[in-house]
């Protein structure tokens, strides 16, 4: 399991000042807890390309941001995260749902790093999203670490120490719901 709760320590305990972000299914309930008056500034977007644009203005500033979104808005912010915070150098965590996970998973045990073609693209059983994000993160030189259960929530501390020391930013796959 996978608590909103647990998350929010975490980010606190990073000093998080913003989240900002457009919420999907998975991450709703992370969104519902951080707007119950958490002291993370709460900053939801319409397209997720702005939300690494306000990141990097936030830090800026000063701000500790972190972006939170879905896998398919990760794609859509490309030029953002290129040409904004990757050329500037943001050490910006960047906790992205992972949709289509676990079904990629159970039926290509080698997800992440098999060959992705037409045919795999298009397969009706899988989400051609969880194909491509390892492959994109890779190629945009985003390291990326897994955020699977409670468990695994100290992991985000790892992906902010990580982008510090690099100074760029650190994805953390959340592949499960959070509840």
């Known amino acids: 399991m996978l608590e909103a709760r647990r998350i929010v320590e975490e980010l606190r305990r990073n000093r998080v000042t913003h989240v900002i972000g457009l919420p999907d299914n998975w991450s709703a309930k992370l969104f519902e807890s951080l707007a119950a008056g958490s002291d993370i500034r709460l900053v939801a977007v319409t397209r997720e390309g702005e939300a690494f644009a306000i990141a990097a203005g936030l830090w800026i500033g ?9 896998n398919t808005g990760f794609f859509e912010s490309g030029d953002s995260v290129r040409g904004t915070v990757m050329r500037m150098r943001v050490p910006l965590v960047v906790l992205i749902t992972f949709r289509g996970f ?65 100074q760029q930013p650190c994805a953390v796959l959340v592949t499960a719901e959070i509840k």
Request: net charge negative; with cysteine; aromatic share 6%.
């Open 102 to 166: 676990g079904r990629a998973v159970e039926l290509q045990p080698t997800h992440g790093t098999g060959t992705i073609d037409a045919d795999t693209m298009s397969c009706a059983q899988l989400d051609s999203a969880a194909l491509i994000t390892e492959p994109t993160l890779r190629a945009w030189g985003v390291p990326y670490l897994y955020l699977r259960t409670d468990a695994d929530a100290t992991r985000i501390s790892d992906a902010f120490l990580q982008a510090g020391e690099h």
């Open 62 to 70: 000063g701000g500790m941001p972190a972006v939170l979104v879905q």
